[in-house]
């Protein structure tokens, strides 16, 4: 039976997560996720791509706030809403959105452990992004590179480890629902869907980057799993591996939930 095998949330765009059992679903998608950004003093973001060191940061959320660990730094904790309300434009890809300069502190300690100077930008409830018209008009993303959710079904990473010399671990690929019981790749045709009272649609395919190739435990990078997937999962020039999805309403998502493929592509 097809189900909900993990949740994962992540704060802060590009650094750590963490799974939960069950987490609330906001506008944006799972609550808190992609709320933060990290941005150079010019605005513009900062991911893995760049600074793979991102990974080591692991944000978790503690009563009401952010805490940030790494390697060799000492825990900082900052208010989940920040305390100035002044906004900034930043550029998330092509999108232009405003996001409000988290404290100088935040800004110390990721500079410091970066080794370059930067600054940490929250979103508050009110911003709308859009997300792509080509492909879900009229719905919302926060800090995410284009939709509230990215969906791999634990199959699809079986069948990628089946050609691969050393399996890896889910982590690589950054999903927040992680679904069992599929066959591999069967989310590629999955169309409308429905996790206990949410309902969600399948809208395009993720295209891979550099970012599946870092250790998301040591931040060190290989060639794989690209030059793998390439051989079998190439699409319009891209690597494609895992389903962006868009979801209607709120709620709350709780691991082992049945999970309802409503429709599928080329249904009515």
């Known amino acids: 039976m097809l189900h909900l095998a993990s949740l ?3 704060p802060v765009k590009s650094c750590g997560g963490f799974s939960p059992p069950e987490w609330g679903v906001d506008h944006f998608g799972l609550r808190h996720d992609r709320r933060w950004m990290v941005v150079d003093l010019a605005g513009e973001f900062i991911t893995q791509r760049e600074e793979p060191r991102l ?13 940030l660990r790494a390697p060799g730094m000492a825990d900082l904790e900052l208010a989940l809403l920040p305390s100035s309300g002044r906004r900034v434009q930043v550029q998330v890809w092509n999108d232009m959105t405003e996001g409000v300069p988290v404290s100088p502190e935040a800004a110390q300690w990721l500079s410091r452990f970066l080794g370059r100077p930067v600054r940490l930008l929250w979103m508050p409830d009110d911003v709308v992004r859009a997300t792509d018209p080509t492909y879900a008009a009229g719905y919302q993303v926060s800090f995410a590179d284009g939709f509230g959710f990215l969906l791999i079904s634990e199959a699809s990473l079986h069948e990628l480890n ?3 010399e050393t399996p890896l671990p889910m982590n690589r690929f950054r999903p927040n629902l992680v679904v069992s019981g599929a066959e591999p ?26 970012i599946t190739t870092t250790n998301q435990d040591t931040a060190q990078r290989g060639a794989e799993p690209l030059r793998t997937l390439a051989t079998f999962r ?6 494609m591996f895992g389903q962006n999805v868009v979801h209607r309403g709120t709620g709350r998502l709780v691991a082992g939930t049945p999970l309802e493929v409503l429709s599928t592509a080329g249904q009515a």
């Open 8 to 10: 994962h949330v992540y």
């Open 55 to 67: 990974a080591l940061i692991r944000p978790a959320l503690v009563d009401h706030s952010l805490v």
């Open 162 to 164: 089946s050609r691969l």
């Open 185 to 210: 790749f069967a989310e590629d045709n999955w169309r409308d869907l429905r996790l206990g009272g949410l309902e969600l649609t399948v809208v395009k395919p993720c295209a891979r980057c550099v």
């Open 234 to 239: 190439r699409q319009d020039g891209q690597v």
